[in-house]
């Protein structure tokens, strides 16, 4: 079965499919896709914690044990003002809209390639996954390794995540934590006397943190050398809803962000940032996804760099869904597309690389399944 991944890829742009929305419709258009290019397809669907319908597919091609599986997700960020992100166009050879970098291209890319193989082609199985929610802490792919029968009932040995990495094989990247801390305070007009800020409430906290910054940034035990930058990018947003300077805030919130790295004190650092909020009675939540860490020269590695023609496999600081799949199946991370283009206005691949990356993973399926 052929297909031409930059028409697919547009079609998949144009099907919006943002993640606080369902992707119900994307969904089934791919599992009509897969089913055609001769793969059984496996529904894993569930209500999200916001009462919206969201479906995950796990598709399988071949008999036997072991194989590769390819895996991407179809939510994206939203498409945002200031320009048409839902409408693809090829431009100076660049194909552009929502979802061209992360991930609908390296997806389309995917199916492309596996779609070239007929089942009796294959020695071991090929295994293709789109997940939802990646974008909302890799929901989707944790619930698939627990909730897929094809998956449970027989791993593929290899995983390759097909997130934009310009085709360049990443054997580690980092994770990472949100920590949300909530300051409540009652509001009247300051003439009055009579309210309380949260912002107040909240500013020793902040200060603490603010001191905290160039610790993670200085401190060896917060670093890993193998990443670029070595540091955990800890970082800090703060909002009251935009209160009026003669009106005491009623809320005040601060978004924290940690970045996770192997051997780098991740848990401590989130913890020493706990402690803090909880000493100053504010109210705290915090999630985290961790870290990613493969064989820099595995076997899987080398057929990587093999099929791409890379030196070596490489650390990248972004997260992916393989922190989720590492623990199942020997995981790389391998896409087509720049990490600088993901979530942005204008968001582009280039063409060349898109079609590049459908003869990788057609040479990495040749190798591992055949």
């Not at 050879?93 to 596996?114: E, H, I």
């Amino acid at each position: 079965m052929d297909i031409d991944v930059v028409e697919f890829a547009s079609e998949l742009i144009a099907m919006p499919s943002e993640t606080p929305t369902s992707n119900r419709a994307i969904s089934d258009y791919l599992r009509g896709v897969l089913e055609a290019g001769g793969f059984a397809v496996e529904e894993c669907a569930y209500i999200d914690e916001f009462d919206v319908e969201k479906v995950s597919l796990v598709a399988k091609k071949g008999a036997g044990a072991g194989g590769l599986g390819l895996f991407s997700h179809s939510d994206t960020v939203p498409g945002d003002a200031g320009w048409e992100p839902f409408a693809p166009e090829v431009v100076d050879g660049r194909l552009v809209g929502r979802g061209a970098a992360d991930m609908k291209g390296p997806l389309a890319a995917s199916v492309a390639a596996a779609c070239r193989f007929d089942a009796g082609d294959l020695k071991r199985p090929l295994v293709i996954g789109v997940t939802a929610d990646e974008e909302r802490a890799h929901v989707g792919a944790h619930d698939i390794v627990e909730r897929s029968q094809t998956l449970t009932g027989g791993w593929p040995q290899y995983c390759i995540v097909c997130e934009p990495s310009e085709l360049q094989p990443v054997y580690a990247h980092k994770g990472g934590a949100g920590i949300t801390v909530t300051a409540l305070g009652v509001a009247a007009h300051s003439s009055t006397d009579r309210g309380t800020s949260a912002n107040f409430r909240i500013a020793p906290f902040l200060a603490e943190m603010a001191e905290l910054a160039p610790v993670f940034k200085s401190e060896e035990r917060f670093q890993n050398p193998l990443f670029d930058p070595p540091t955990n990018g800890f970082n800090m947003v703060i909002s009251d809803g935009d209160t009026a300077t003669n009106v005491t805030a009623a809320r005040t919130v601060a978004r924290l962000s940690i970045r996770a790295m192997p051997d780098a004190c991740f848990e401590e650092a989130v913890q020493m940032v706990l402690d803090r909020a909880e000493a100053h009675g504010l109210e705290v939540q915090h999630r985290s996804v961790g870290p990613f860490f493969a064989s820099a020269d595995g076997p899987l590695a080398q057929t990587a760099c093999r099929a791409t023609g890379a030196p070596r496999a490489i650390t990248v600081p972004y997260g992916t869904e393989a922190e989720c799949y590492q623990d199942y199946m020997d995981a790389l991370v391998l896409g087509p597309g720049s990490i600088a283009q993901a979530h942005t206005v204008g968001e582009w691949i280039a063409v060349a690389q898109l079609r590049e990356a459908v003869e990788v993973y057609t040479r990495l399926i040749g190798e591992l399944c055949r």
